[in-house]
T-cell receptor, first 113, second 114 residues
Framework: ETGVTQSPTHLIKTRGQQVTLRCSSQ?????VSWYQQALGQGPQFIFQ???????GRGNFPPRFSGLQFPNYSSELNVNALELDDSALYLC????????????FGPGTRLTVT | GDSVTQMEGPVTLSEEAFLTINCTYT??????LFWYVQYPGEGLQLLLK?????DKGSNKGFEATYRKETTSFHLEKGSVQVSDSAVYFC?????????????FGQGTTLQVKP
């Protein structure tokens, strides 16, 4: 069973630019969630997708958007980057059954200058 | 809304000392509770979980008991090692809307000295 992978590992962008982060979930996990972890803080829920449909969203503006594909891959897109978007972005997947435990990828470190 | 509060760190212990990291929560309904660990430069790893009141989660010598009466899920280990140095996050699953999103505490840094 493969784990959750994310790419790229690190990314540097300029304020106002757009960025796409990618995630490959564990096979068979139809639910994928994205979290933002600012330095020294706990992860904050951005949104969740189930079978390619968004089915939950945290307190993030619409410039944070996502896609999920049938092959267990997904994307997080952020438009009009702001300095405060600098953070570690974590992708997590979970199976359709069970106790809501989620399996996290290593994250993408985004720096906005 | 639901929330998780952890004791502030950093926590600095000598090797083989006893560890307690306090975690309390506020939630409607009956959430599942989790402890995740984050080693430097890495993502989160699930350490242990408990799904109902009085359940005890355990893994790698770590334990935590789901206490509904005190809304707590304190993490304990009898004898810590240098390799346990990491950031520990307490989390609950938000049952609202059946999304199962995780709500995290702010994290507690543990440093174990030889």
């Amino acid at each position: 069973e493969t784990g959750v992978t994310q790419s790229p590992t690190h990314l540097i962008k300029t304020r106002g630019q757009q960025v796409t982060l990618r995630c490959s979930s564990q096979s068979g996990h139809n639910t994928v969630s994205w979290y933002q972890q600012a330095l020294g803080q706990g992860p904050q829920f951005i949104f969740q997708y189930y079978r390619e449909e968004e089915n939950g969203r945290g307190n993030f503006p619409p410039r944070f958007s996502g896609l999920q594909f049938p092959n267990y891959s997904s994307e997080l897109n952020v438009n009009a980057l702001e300095l405060d978007d600098s953070a570690l972005y974590l992708c997590a997947s979970r199976p359709d059954w069970g106790t809501y435990e989620q399996y996290f990828g290593p994250g993408t470190r985004l720096t906005v200058t | 809304g639901d929330s998780v509060t952890q004791m502030e760190g950093p926590v600095t212990l000598s090797e083989e000392a006893f560890l307690t990291i306090n975690c309390t929560y506020t939630a409607t309904g009956y959430p599942s509770l989790f402890w995740y660990v984050q080693y430097p430069g890495e993502g989160l790893q699930l350490l242990l979980k408990a799904t109902k009141a009085d359940d005890k989660g355990s893994n790698k010598g770590f334990e935590a008991t789901y206490r509904k009466e005190t809304t707590s899920f304190h993490l304990e280990k009898g004898s810590v090692q240098v390799s346990d140095s990491a950031v520990y996050f307490c989390a609950l699953s938000d049952q609202a809307g059946n999304t199962g999103k995780l709500i995290f505490g702010q994290g507690t840094t543990l440093q174990v000295k030889p």
